[in-house]
């Protein structure tokens, strides 16, 4: 399977990405490797870093519901979750290491980059271990010291989907957009033009004109500086503007139709990051109560359920959970559903207290 620039195979090796780190993806030309995605993507693109940092600092200041303090605790760190949803949400996987103290406790927990975290299967097709390579260096993992916190991904076993491959079309076209219309005001706004060379008696520039010509045009009137400069024209030459326009290219429709395909691969609601035209959502209280019901609770529910299940050996039959009564944007919903509870008079009191997660 090809994603983020590897294929898996039996032994998860994967070779180098489709471009090499640090060096920007031509206008207009979808990123492959995945530090390029988020090079182009999420240092480069303000809609899509605005959608992955709403959610990841979401999932960051979610309130946790522990039924141990020390489980609380570690997963709880500065940092920890707000890291991890970032990396699910960019990667599709999240590796966070177990660390142990001198008496064999989990005494933290540390999260590992997962462009650098390949799955070493056994015989039996199951994770064997997982290689950290940083460099020439490659540190091999016990399994039991790793939580693999992975989205569904359909065509990989071992690996999850993130969205920024899904994105990465509409963050190419949002990009070049932008591009687009930076060039556009260094040139003062003005659509280009053409010069016509017309002598009169059939003749054309010659090789060493056309060359002085481009380098002057270049030299003297391209630029925000050398707009509006008056030019002068000799030797059957005249100026004929283009008839291109912004409008004629629904520049603006294009480029608020590419962030609102971003702002849905992240799964967030266009209204809360200001992109104008949404009318999904009647105001912006039930765009913020719709980004934490079908977007922050599922990824924070996944994460910290693996963190549980990774923790198991120490803390047994433990509870790990974001304390819904204390999310503001579903206060109204809690206080719907506690109002509903109390007036089922056919329940009993346990049962009421099971339907309100109340322990």
């Given at each position: 399977m090809?994603?983020?620039?590897?294929?898996?195979?039996?032994?998860?090796?994967?070779?180098?990405?489709?471009?090499?780190?640090?060096?920007?993806?031509?206008?207009?030309?979808?990123?492959?490797?995945?530090?390029?995605?988020?090079?182009?993507?999420y240092?480069?693109?303000?809609?899509?870093?605005?959608?992955?940092?709403?959610?990841?600092?979401?999932?960051g200041?979610?309130?946790?519901?522990?039924?141990?303090?020390?489980?609380?605790?570690?997963?709880?760190?500065?940092?920890?979750?707000?890291?991890?949803?970032?990396?699910?949400?960019?990667h599709?996987?999240?590796?966070?290491?177990?660390?142990?103290?001198?008496?064999?406790?989990?005494?933290?927990?540390?999260?590992?980059?997962?462009?650098?975290?390949?799955?070493?299967?056994?015989?039996?097709?199951?994770?064997?271990?997982?290689?950290?390579?940083?460099?020439?260096?490659?540190?091999?993992?016990?399994?039991a010291?790793?939580?693999h916190?992975?989205?569904?991904?359909?065509?990989?076993?071992?690996?999850?989907?993130?969205?920024?491959?899904?994105?990465?079309?509409?963050?190419a076209i949002?990009?070049?957009?932008?591009?687009?219309?930076?060039?556009?005001?260094?040139?003062?706004?003005?659509?280009?033009?053409?010069l016509?060379?017309d002598?009169?008696?059939?003749?054309?520039?010659?090789p060493?004109?056309?060359?002085?010509?481009?380098?002057?045009?270049?030299?003297?009137?391209?630029?925000?500086?050398?707009?509006?400069?008056?030019?002068?024209?000799?030797?059957?030459?005249?100026?004929?503007?283009?008839?291109?326009?912004?409008?004629?290219?629904?520049?603006?429709?294009?480029?608020?139709?590419?962030?609102?395909?971003?702002?849905?691969?992240?799964?967030?609601?266009?209204?809360?990051?200001?992109?104008?035209g949404?009318?999904?959502?009647?105001?912006?209280?039930?765009?913020?109560?719709?980004?934490w019901?079908?977007?922050?609770l599922?990824?924070?529910g996944?994460?910290?359920?693996?963190?549980?299940d990774?923790?198991?050996?120490?803390?047994?039959?433990?509870?790990?959970?974001?304390?819904?009564d204390?999310?503001?944007?579903?206060?109204?919903?809690?206080?719907?559903?506690w109002?509903?509870?109390?007036?089922?008079?056919?329940?009993?009191?346990?049962?009421?207290?099971?339907?309100?997660?109340?322990?």
């Amino acid at each position: 399977m090809a994603w983020f620039g590897w294929k898996s195979g039996r032994d998860g090796a994967r070779p180098a990405l489709a471009r090499a780190a640090g060096v920007a993806a031509p206008i207009g030309v979808w990123p492959q490797g995945y530090e390029a995605q988020v090079r182009a993507g999420y240092c480069g693109n303000a809609v899509a870093q605005r959608a992955v940092r709403l959610v990841a600092e979401a999932v960051g200041g979610a309130p946790l519901d522990a039924s141990d303090p020390a489980l609380a605790a570690l997963a709880g760190a500065p940092g920890l979750l707000e890291t991890v949803a970032a990396q699910v949400l960019l990667h599709g996987n999240a590796f966070v290491q177990i660390l142990r103290d001198a008496d064999g406790a989990a005494a933290a927990l540390f999260p590992l980059r997962p462009e650098r975290v390949t799955v070493e299967l056994g015989a039996d097709g199951w994770p064997a271990a997982y290689l950290y390579r940083v460099g020439v260096r490659a540190t091999r993992l016990d399994p039991a010291a790793v939580v693999h916190v992975r989205r569904f991904n359909p065509v990989d076993d071992h690996y999850g989907l993130g969205c920024l491959g899904a994105a990465s079309g509409a963050i190419a076209i949002h990009n070049a957009a932008s591009s687009w219309s930076k060039a556009l005001l260094d040139n003062a706004a003005r659509p280009s033009g053409a010069l016509v060379y017309d002598a009169g008696d059939g003749s054309v520039l010659s090789p060493d004109q056309f060359r002085r010509l481009r380098e002057e045009m270049e030299q003297g009137f391209a630029g925000a500086a050398n707009a509006g400069r008056p030019m002068l024209l000799e030797g059957g030459l005249k100026w004929q503007a283009m008839s291109l326009t912004p409008a004629d290219m629904d520049f603006a429709g294009t480029k608020a139709a590419a962030a609102r395909e971003i702002a849905l691969a992240f799964g967030v609601p266009p209204m809360l990051l200001g992109l104008p035209g949404d009318s999904t959502h009647a105001n912006y209280r039930e765009a913020n109560r719709a980004l934490w019901r079908l977007t922050v609770l599922p990824l924070a529910g996944a994460i910290l359920t693996a963190l549980r299940d990774g923790l198991s050996p120490w803390f047994a039959d433990a509870t790990l959970e974001v304390d819904l009564d204390r999310v503001p944007a579903l206060v109204e919903d809690r206080e719907r559903l506690w109002r509903m509870v109390a007036s089922a008079d056919f329940l009993s009191r346990d049962e009421k207290r099971q339907m309100v997660d109340w322990s």
